[in-house]
Structure formats: structure tokens, C-alpha cells
């Protein structure tokens, strides 16, 4: 395969695909120079056990990203089958509003840790990469908390469950 974009797939095939891959729903929050916010993101998975290391992947210029490049800290919350509002929130409202209707708990450090989630992972980013239109943040996890009930999921455009 040559390296023209000409023949790699296209963005809406790439979305089919990718698409077909059942993933859960989290929330991205972070916080830095007295600002907050958060976005939904489907891209995060456990890197490493031992340092426990897990990546998300977040549009570049973006609020949330660059609160995350500011602080170099963020917090992954697991949502819960209930909480599909709160994901549609985080997905279309302006950066700005997300943090207002929705219940959450500032950890010691002040990122928003947001009520009702399955579980939520406190990360200190280790290392950050670049990827087309993305930014890779590995990071590991210095805290977290499970509670009971079952994980929001995503799958071909819509929510399950």
C-alpha cells in the first residue's frame, strides 16, 4: 500500500469500522487555573498493570485537552448504564455548560470527580502523544473508586442497554 490518502479508507468507512467495536462511555474531566470541564470520550484503555498506566485519546484544541495539558492531571469516569444524558451532555453542550447540571465532588487536588459513575480512575499524565488529530495521554493512576451497577456502553452510533 503506497502512502497517498487516496488509498487509506474513508472517514465515514473508518467510522463503520471502528464503529463495530462495542466500547464503554466515559467522561474526561479535568481542571486547571480555576477552570473545569470534561468530555465524553469512548477512546480509553489500560496501558500497563505495573505502573498502573491507562491512555485516553482527545481532540486536539479542545477545553478538556487543554486543561489537561495545563494541569498535566485527569480524571476518567466510568458512566453508568443510567447516566446517557450525562454523556450526551459532555458530547454536545458548550465546554462551558457541562460542569453545571450535573452532580460531581472535587478530589483534594480539585478535578471533578462526577456522582454515579461505575468507577473513576485520578491520573497524573506520564506522557502525552501525538496522533493525526489527536492527543494520546498516558497516565497513570494514583487513585480511584468502583461502585456497584452496570457500565453505559456504545455500539454502532447508539447506546445499549
Given at each position: 500500500?503506497?502512502?497517498?490518502?487516496?488509498?487509506?479508507?474513508?472517514?465515514?468507512?473508518?467510522?463503520?469500522?471502528?464503529?463495530?467495536?462495542?466500547?464503554?462511555?466515559?467522561?474526561?474531566?479535568?481542571?486547571?487555573?480555576?477552570?473545569?470541564?470534561?468530555?465524553?470520550?469512548?477512546?480509553?484503555?489500560s496501558?500497563?498493570?505495573?505502573?498502573?498506566?491507562?491512555?485516553?485519546?482527545?481532540?486536539?484544541?479542545?477545553?478538556?485537552?487543554?486543561?489537561?495539558?495545563?494541569?498535566?492531571?485527569f480524571?476518567?469516569?466510568?458512566?453508568?448504564?443510567?447516566?446517557?444524558?450525562?454523556?450526551?451532555?459532555?458530547?454536545?453542550?458548550?465546554?462551558?455548560?457541562?460542569?453545571?447540571?450535573?452532580?460531581?465532588?472535587?478530589?483534594?487536588?480539585?478535578?471533578?470527580?462526577?456522582?454515579?459513575?461505575?468507577?473513576?480512575?485520578?491520573?497524573?499524565?506520564?506522557?502525552?502523544?501525538?496522533?493525526?488529530?489527536?492527543?494520546i495521554?498516558i497516565?497513570?493512576?494514583?487513585?480511584?473508586?468502583?461502585?456497584?451497577?452496570?457500565?453505559?456502553?456504545?455500539?454502532?452510533?447508539?447506546?445499549?442497554?
Amino acid at each position: 500500500m503506497s502512502d497517498t490518502s487516496s488509498d487509506l479508507v474513508s472517514p465515514e468507512q473508518f467510522r463503520s469500522l471502528v464503529g463495530s467495536f462495542a466500547t464503554g462511555v466515559t467522561v474526561v474531566t479535568s481542571a486547571h487555573g480555576g477552570e473545569a470541564s470534561g468530555m465524553t470520550v469512548s477512546a480509553f484503555s489500560s496501558v500497563s498493570m505495573d505502573p498502573p498506566l491507562v491512555l485516553v485519546c482527545l481532540t486536539r484544541g479542545k477545553p478538556t485537552t487543554d486543561l489537561i495539558e495545563g494541569s498535566r492531571r485527569f480524571v476518567v469516569n466510568i458512566l453508568a448504564a443510567d447516566q446517557q444524558t450525562v454523556s450526551d451532555q459532555f458530547a454536545y453542550l458548550d465546554a462551558e455548560e457541562r460542569l453545571f447540571s450535573v452532580a460531581y465532588e472535587q478530589d483534594d487536588t480539585g478535578l471533578p470527580v462526577l456522582d454515579g459513575a461505575v468507577a473513576h480512575l485520578v491520573c497524573r499524565v506520564q506522557r502525552t502523544e501525538e496522533a493525526g488529530d489527536h492527543l494520546i495521554f498516558i497516565g497513570e493512576v494514583e487513585s480511584g473508586d468502583v461502585s456497584d451497577g452496570d457500565p453505559l456502553l456504545y455500539y454502532r452510533g447508539a447506546y445499549l442497554g
